[in-house]
């Protein structure tokens, strides 16, 4: 049974305790999509950790969530932040209004299986022109990156860059990759 919620949100205090650095994923997004003000979605934003980051740095941001008891953690940090309940695969149209979605935290395999294409076509479309999609997750057989691309290409997303780590390591292969696709206009 995967953790939910504040059991979710503790394990990443005890990191920070440890002294580990939990704002990769905000620095890569601040460097790609420039200073703020500009709009982020936050998408599988679970317990708000990178949502709330960024929204310190001065960006306006949405976090989106699929999980109530995520959610509900998220909003009682910091309840000023713009929250939606919703499935990234159902959701209703949001507007192409977004600088940048990041999808942190492997999302992309947290998806229900099969719901990938629904979910990489709702994201791209809540980009607005020029706008950056970037997703870092586990690679295997779920969602393997060749299809990944695919997806992203058939939504007119166009590869940006790609990174083994959210600190920018070189990607050469391996199970872990961070892609940034830009959207180039409308499929």
């Not at 998408?43 to 949405?62: K, M, Q, S």
């Not at 309840?79 to 209004?97: F, I, R, Y």
């Not at 780590?165 to 696709?181: C, I, L, M, Q």
């Amino acid at each position: 049974m995967p953790v939910r919620g504040e059991e979710y949100d503790a394990r990443f205090a005890r990191f920070a305790a440890e002294g580990q650095y939990l704002h990769g994923e905000a620095d890569l997004v601040s460097a790609f999509v420039g200073p703020p003000p500009r709009r982020i979605l936050d998408a599988g934003c679970g317990t708000g950790r990178v949502a709330i980051e960024l929204a310190g740095r001065g960006y306006d941001v949405l976090g989106v969530e699929v999980d109530p008891a995520m959610l509900g953690t998220a909003r009682a940090k910091e309840p000023a932040l713009g929250w939606l309940l919703a499935d990234l695969a159902t959701m209703a149209p949001v507007a192409p209004e977004f600088d940048l979605v990041v999808a942190a935290g492997n999302v992309m395999i947290f998806l229900q299986l099969g719901s990938e294409a629904a979910v990489i076509a709702n994201l791209a479309a809540a980009l607005v022109e020029g706008g950056l999609l970037v997703a870092g997750f586990q690679l295997g057989r779920q969602l393997p990156l060749a299809r990944y691309d695919a997806l992203c290409e058939a939504n007119a997303l166009v590869l940006v860059d790609r990174f083994a780590t959210w600190e920018r390591d070189p990607f050469a292969g391996g199970d872990y990759a961070v892609s940034v696709h830009r959207r180039a206009g409308t499929p």
